[in-house]
């Protein structure tokens, strides 16, 4: 069930009947005037009709400052634009404002964040300081509807200083509402919470009503995603009685909307049915068409929980005809999704397989034009089951496996998504401490000066404090960060593979031999148990680093160790092409080492070696014999026998700027994946941690375009037998 999330606040001016009659003759800045205030009064409407204004406004504003005679309205001593030139330019960043708007609803954030850029270079040069606000807070609009959550906390912290220097009360409250949905996108829900309560105190203050009942709304949308659905229908239902105090038909309808969802996500359909209802008839009341396609389509799903599949067609048809109509691409692949699921009900009694597989791959083709990653496996994963349920079996595991990969793609990027998400909290968090650390020095401070020297010195042992703290908070902060890294980098790939034998085996259990069901379940014990070893090695990783790791040295076969993982990957390098061949073993291989942490350093560069060679390339493993012993080395130190391990690959080597940092943490190299493959830049780093750490060493020969070498010595056994 679709349901609408936090609100960013958008100031828009809707009014103006018949404005269309009187744009008819009408020419110059007046004609400028009637344009904007038509592509306003259509933004929530028509979205082509409105930007299709703003454009024509933004063009006629240009050519009028074109045909200008600048020698009758020159500048103004601070180089300020001033006249006629002046309001040319107000006019086109007006025009610039709301076609971004147009842009950021119809999804093209590109266009939208190229108007924004020019319209905030246009306040700079006017000196509008209140204009420069506004754009900065529809960066930080566009920022929230891609997820780039830092930069949009970036523009809105902007905006809000420049409204606070200019006193705009209003306009602070708004972007404090915005600025918790981030933090409420970015799960930190205490921090959202503390920005809506700030803004609902500034509506107070200034007896805007109808700001608190905005604020109230995202207060209880915080109580939803917590989980406190009391809390959050209560506060729903505070809104509602505010609006409708003040008679906002426009808000009134989101606010049923909200409350209607929050039944739907409880599976009380009837209930939100009736909200959706009410909330249509006042869209269509005041002739909010975008609105209306979205709750059709709600209306709809609500229909098709509660049996009642003909209604649900009725309004999946209508809100399909309004979204192409508006030329809304996502919009409209959802109603195509929902109309094809439905279509392919077997006891929907105008079932009809032909119709449901059109729906579904025009909802596909839409989803992938607009790149709606969400949505396309949504669809993938309808497509197999309905080819699954009409027997195409083959056709089914094509759709199956496009959805399983695009699936591990976007957790892929979720997890990634997600530890930034933490550092930018984080981040926050360390500014917000700083700044009242900082405040609460200045304060003692200001107080201790009239006490001169013992003033000084409590200043002075105060900020060595502070320091020692955020040191101390920094290392921390680091040692976090680093470890959520070795987490996704080494138990993702894994885990994912789990994942997708077990959907494998719930899908097509019924058509797998016994055979097969054994050899599947097998796989994933063992995968499991490999990563199982991966956590208890990072755990170890931790203790090494910190001086209180003790592996467990023995002895053993490195060359039946090295079989082992090498034919572990076999498969992996088959899916690129790539031989796994041995050349020059050695028949004396027995060495002294810890046998997890080895067979770590195996795994490791053996994946690196598939990970960076092309389609169709070679990558070559060896044993030399042992090194002869020298007496002592360069320090004193006595030598032992070393058998040494060569990991030869044909990738595009490794630059001498690369090989500088080659086994530092989080390295980021030149060279890529051949295949798609992820990389932190951490799997070489533990490698040498592991390597040292069991007395040997790890090196790499390369030259660029020619392939890289890596070279691993480890400890001989002190005797080793040759076998006939």
Known sequence: MPAEGASLVISTDNKGPGLERQLEG?????????????????????????????????????????????????????????????????????????????????????????????????????G????????????????????DYPNALNNYQRSLT??????????????????????QNLGDYPSALEHYLQSFAIWQRCGDRQGEAQTLISIGHVFEHLGDIPN????????????????????????????????????????????????????????????????????????????????????????????????????????????????GDAEFTHYAPSQAVQ????????????????????????????????????EAHGYFKKYHQLMQEVHSSESE???????????????????????LRNIELAALNRELQQAKEQAEALNSHLTSVNKNLETLNDEKNEFLSIVAHDLRNPLTGIILTASMLKNYHRRMTGDDLVKQIDKIEVTATHMREIVSNLLDINTLESGRMNL????????????????????????????????????ESLIVADKRATREVIENLLSNAVKFSP?????????QPPTEPSDVNETGAVVARMIRMQVKDEGPGITAKDMNKLFGKFARLSAKPTGGEHSTGLGLSIAKKLVEAMNGRIWCSSQPGKGASFFVELPAAETTTTPL
């Open 162 to 183: 420049i409204k606070r220097e200019l006193d705009n009360q209003t306009g602070v409250a708004k972007t404090l509402i915005n600025i918790g949905v981030v933090f």
């Open 232 to 343: 959050a229908l209560d506060h729903f239902n505070r809104s509602y009685a505010i609006i409708r105090e003040n008679g906002d038909q426009d808000d009134e309808a989101r606010v049923l909307s909200h409350i209607g969802t929050v039944h739907a996500n409880r599976e009380d359909y009837q209930t939100a049915l009736d909200y959706f209802q009410r909330s249509l008839a006042i869209k269509r009341r005041i002739g909010d068409v975008s609105s209306e396609a979205n709750l059709l389509l709600n209306i709809g799903l609500a229909c098709e929980r509660l049996g009642d599949r003909h209604r649900a067609l009725e309004h999946y048809q209508q809100s399909l005809a309004i979204k192409k109509e508006s030329g809304d691409k996502r919009g409209t692949a959802e109603s195509l999704l929902a109309l094809g699921t439905l279509f």
């Open 615 to 623: 389609r169709g390339s070679r990558v070559g493993v060896r044993i």
């Open 417 to 439: 998504n997600k530890i930034r998400n933490l550092q930018v909290i984080h981040h926050v968090e360390q500014s917000r401490k700083e700044t009242e650390i900082y405040r």
């Open 552 to 587: 467990k040295t023995e002895e053993f076969d490195l060359l039946k160790l090295l079989t082992t993982v090498t034919g572990l990957y076999q498969d992996r390098a088959g899916v690129k092409d790539i031989t796994l061949q041995f050349e020059g073993l050695t028949t």
């Open 26 to 126: 009408s020419d110059g800045g007046l004609r400028v005037d009637l344009l904007l205030r038509l592509a306003k009064e259509f933004l929530n409407h028509d979205l082509h009709r409105a930007a299709n204004y703003a454009k024509e406004a933004a063009a006629l504003s240009r050519r009028l400052h074109e045909a200008q005679d600048r020698s009758s309205a020159p500048e103004s001593d601070n180089g300020l634009a001033t006249g006629s030139e002046y309001e040319y330019k107000r006019h086109l960043t007006a025009a610039l404002l709301t076609l971004a708007t147009c842009r950021q609803k119809q999804g093209d954030f590109e266009a939208a964040l190229l108007e924004l850029r020019e319209a905030l270079s246009l306040f700079k040069e006017l």
């Open 359 to 394: 729906n579904l791959e025009q909802a596909l083709a839409l989803a992938e034009t607009i790149r709606a990653r969400h949505l396309i496996y949504e669809i993938q994963k309808a497509l197999a089951h309905w080819h699954e349920r009409e027997g195409n079996y083959r």
């Open 128 to 147: 509008d300081r209140p204009g420069e606000a506004s754009a900065l807070n529809n960066f930080g609009n566009v920022y929230v509807s891609t997820g």
